[in-house]
T-cell receptor, first 112, second 112 residues
């Protein structure tokens, strides 16, 4: 089974700062990768996904993620965060048995 | 389009009592998932249905948990009897394919 690691569970930063959240997975074969976001009081929703092709993928609200196969990583970035980006962010990997394996999440708080 | 609907949103019960959660997926989505999310963790799959068939229930604790999806639409997840360790958020998700899952708001269960 996949192991998905997300570090720095709690992140606090000011508006306009840059954000990068790390995600590492354990499986070395073909992977399908996702970032989900959960805003306060809302349900989990898809932020972006990578299946193949350009390893730099762009998602909603100015987020992007880069797939680096050699590092088993799929890090999420945003150049300039807003207060509305306060949320919990989850990295996930689709395993071979069509099971979605999630990391523990990053709680991000943006201070106005 | 309407999203995934779950009820109740919150439930508090005493240990050893039964509890049931209901999920109505997005219309047309044949695949339905139940996840459990413990505090500080990412969601973990309990069971996946393709139409009426449970195709992945290997992580469902079958001694106390049961699920059904009659007519391939709505689904119910039951715990009987509940234990203190069952306190968690129970998420339902549906998808038209394995590559994108749509999550409901979840049911927060507290077992006292």
């Amino acid at each position: 089974a996949q192991s998905v690691s997300q570090h720095n569970h709690h992140v606090i930063l000011s508006e306009a700062a840059s954000l990068e959240l790390g995600c590492n997975y354990s499986y070395g074969g073909t992977v399908n990768l996702f970032w989900y976001v959960q805003y306060p009081g809302q349900h989990l929703q898809l932020l972006l996904k990578y299946f193949s092709g350009d390893p730099l993928v762009k998602g909603i609200k100015g987020f992007e993620a880069e797939f680096i196969k050699s590092k088993f990583s799929f890090n999420l970035r945003k150049p300039s965060v807003q207060w509305s980006d306060t949320a919990e962010y989850f990295c996930a990997v689709l395993e071979g048995n069509n099971r979605l394996a999630f990391g523990k999440g990053n709680q991000v708080v943006v201070i106005p | 389009e309407a999203g995934v609907v779950q009820s109740p949103r919150y439930k508090i019960i005493e240990k050893k009592q039964p509890v049931a959660f209901w999920c109505n997926p997005i219309s047309g989505h044949n695949t339905l998932y139940w996840y459990r999310q413990n505090l500080g963790q990412g969601p973990e799959l309990l069971i996946r249905y393709e139409n009426e068939e449970a195709v992945d229930d290997s992580q469902l604790p079958k001694d106390r948990f049961s699920a059904e999806r009659l007519k391939g639409v709505d689904s119910t997840l039951k715990i009987q009897p509940a234990e203190l360790g069952d306190s968690a958020v129970y998420l339902c998700a549906s998808s038209p394919s394995v590559y994108e899952q749509y999550f409901g708001p979840g049911t927060r269960l507290t077992v006292t």
